[in-house]
């Protein structure tokens, strides 16, 4: 089946204003996790943030191609081609100091885009400024080659695990049905998509207390 695209259009008027509206920075890259990408990318927006989706290379008007991971028995995930997933800003011209958290979707995306030094930069930034940071999955991979996770505690899909402590930082286990999401501060993780509602809650309450 052809994989379809999916835009999003402004729901709000010229002039609103929503109280406590935060502009939000979504890193993605060529078969990012599709869950991990939609779905967190329309809950912040249902509930007032902006959202901005951004890949190396790539401008307001493209896509990344996503990969669907699950979960069937196999002693790994499976994969599949998922849906086109619009970016939403230019990569180039981005100025993460006007962003008020990141978001970071796994899959196999954050694997390329940690060989990227302006990738690592943007994540260097939100840590050093203790801004929140919501990453998920394979997410942690970029929280990693970035080198911020030293002290820290994050949970991630269990094979990044190796990544997480090899920086210093400590790994939190997923649950039994991997629907867990663990808060150290700023930064809010989570196993995989499974955990979404646990992980998006926590991050709308770091968002709201940053």
């Known amino acids: 089946m052809k994989a379809c695209y999916l835009s ?3 729901t709000s008027q010229p002039g609103d204003k929503i109280v406590g509206s935060k502009r939000i920075l979504m890193l993605v890259g060529d078969y990012v996790e599709d869950y991990e990408a939609m779905v967190p990318f329309q809950m912040l927006l249902m509930v007032g943030h902006q959202v901005d989706t951004v890949c190396p290379d790539k401008k307001a008007g493209d896509t ?7 979960f069937e028995g196999e002693q790994t995930y499976s994969e599949k081609r998922g849906h086109n997933f619009a970016i ?15 978001v970071i979707p796994g899959g196999r995306a954050p694997e390329y885009l940690r060989l990227n030094e302006q990738v690592l930069e943007v994540v260097r930034h939100f840590a050093s400024t203790d801004k929140p940071i919501a990453a998920i999955c394979h997410g942690p991979q970029l929280l990693a080659a970035a080198q911020v996770l030293g002290g820290r ?3 991630c899909y269990p ?17 039994e049905g991997f629907d867990n999401a663990h808060v150290d501060g700023n930064l809010v993780t989570a196993p995989a998509w499974p955990a979404h509602p646990a992980w998006i809650a926590s991050f709308l309450k770091v968002l709201d207390q940053a």
């Open 8 to 10: 999003v259009k402004e």
């Open 88 to 102: 939403t800003a230019d990569f180039d011209a981005l100025q993460v100091a006007d962003y008020d958290a990141l």
């Open 64 to 70: 990344v191609a996503t990969a669907i991971h699950d």
């Open 159 to 175: 094979a990044v695990a190796p990544d997480v402590q090899q920086c210093g930082g400590e790994y939190i286990p997923a649950s």
């Open 153 to 155: 505690s994050c949970s």
